[in-house]
């Protein structure tokens, strides 16, 4: 497969890096030189893919503030539940999602409330790996 060609050559990526506020200005900043040339947007991942790459290579180039970051990885914990995992699928036993400590999003105001709370439940089962059973009725 062949390198994709942005248009982005070292000098218009550093000045772009450099004079931006934030990772998507940066972003929009290099996307604007691309579309000039016709050439395809250059991707996030590979925007901060070439940003650690000229930092390995000794340019200085800033960091910008951190966003949300997900924590730490509690590794010995979390390989042993991937350990878990394998040996699950490997003797064809059903694993159940993990329960998250996400809140449900509200419903939206035009959505009948006993219908919103089916919804969540349901949601709720499926998520906690119950088995659920669909039934179709016809209306009208």
């Known amino acids: 497969m062949a390198k994709a060609d942005y248009g982005v050559d070292q000098k218009t990526f550093i000045w772009a890096w450099e004079t931006s506020e934030t ?47 997900a924590g ?6 979390l390989n042993s539940y991937i350990a878990s995992l394998r040996e699950a699928r490997e003797k064809g036993r059903a694993v159940p999602a993990p329960k998250t400590e996400a809140q449900p999003v509200a419903a939206p105001p035009d959505i009948d409330p006993a219908v919103a709370a089916a919804a969540q439940q349901l949601l709720a089962d499926i998520l906690a790996g119950k088995k659920v059973k669909f039934a179709t009725k016809e209306h009208g």
């Not at 730490?72 to 914990?77: G, L, N």
């Open 23 to 69: 990772i998507e200005e940066c972003m929009a900043r290099l996307a604007e030189h691309s579309k000039k040339l016709n050439l395809p947007e250059m991707p996030k991942s590979i925007m901060l893919a070439r940003a650690s790459e000229y930092r390995a290579a000794g340019l200085q180039l800033k960091k910008y503030k951190p966003g949300r970051k």
């Open 72 to 77: 730490k990885p509690e590794v010995q914990e």
